[in-house]
């Protein structure tokens, strides 16, 4: 994976809006999703925290955890100028979403519920500037897991 020009102008829309999310983690991360379940109500199945229940529980740990880890993985990319996150968490996302079956489809949709959480969350500090630098961070993320995805699914027998 190449080198993302992630400037600090983006850097710095992303940590400011993801300070105005982080003060309400629980509403946020329902409120994306819900989204999520919008857009693609057959992705409920593909998360462990979704799949029995006919809501997307309030104050579940889980939910948060996948949320604040989308959001603060964003923050360190122009600062290392790629994802870093540690192989055997990159390796551990890969394995998670392959076993879940997730496909190219799914990440878009997942992109989708973010910019519209961050539409809500945000209000009149939304901008398309925002919505870019998010896109590019999330972007980079998508293709660091697909990448461990692909090889993952390569080493199996």
Same mark, same amino acid.
């Given at each position: 994976?190449?080198?993302?020009? @992630?400037?600090?102008?983006?850097? +710095?829309?992303?940590?400011?809006?993801?300070?105005? #999310? =982080?003060?309400?983690?629980? =509403?946020?991360?329902? %409120? @994306? @999703?819900?989204?999520?379940?919008?857009? /693609?109500?057959? $992705? !409920?199945?593909?998360?462990?925290? #979704?799949?029995?229940?006919?809501?997307?529980? %309030?104050?579940?740990?889980?939910?948060? +955890?996948?949320?604040?880890?989308?959001?603060?993985? +964003?923050?360190? #990319?122009?600062?290392? *100028?790629?994802?870093?996150?540690?192989?055997?968490?990159?390796?551990? #996302? *890969?394995?998670? %979403?392959?076993?879940?079956?997730?496909?190219?489809? %799914?990440?878009?949709?997942?992109?989708? $519920?973010?910019?519209?959480?961050? =539409?809500?969350?945000?209000?009149?500090?939304?901008?398309?500037?925002?919505?870019?630098?998010?896109? !590019? /961070?999330?972007?980079?993320?998508?293709? /660091?897991? =697909? +990448?461990?995805?692909?090889?993952?699914?390569?080493?199996?027998?």
């Amino acid at each position: 994976m190449g080198e993302i020009v @992630f400037t600090e102008k983006q850097e +710095a829309l992303v940590k400011e809006s993801w300070e105005i #999310l =982080k003060q309400d983690i629980p =509403k946020y991360s329902l %409120h @994306f @999703f819900s989204q999520i379940l919008e857009i /693609a109500p057959a $992705a !409920k199945d593909m998360f462990s925290f #979704l799949r029995d229940t006919d809501e997307v529980p %309030h104050n579940n740990p889980k939910l948060k +955890a996948h949320a604040v880890k989308t959001c603060e993985t +964003a923050i360190q #990319l122009r600062e290392k *100028g790629k994802v870093v996150v540690a192989d055997t968490t990159l390796q551990y #996302l *890969g394995s998670v %979403h392959l076993k879940s079956g997730v496909l190219d489809p %799914h990440f878009e949709v997942v992109k989708e $519920a973010l910019v519209r959480t961050l =539409k809500e969350g945000l209000g009149e500090k939304y901008n398309e500037e925002v919505e870019g630098a998010w896109s !590019k /961070a999330y972007d980079h993320l998508a293709l /660091a897991i =697909k +990448a461990e995805m692909k090889q993952e699914d390569s080493q199996k027998p």
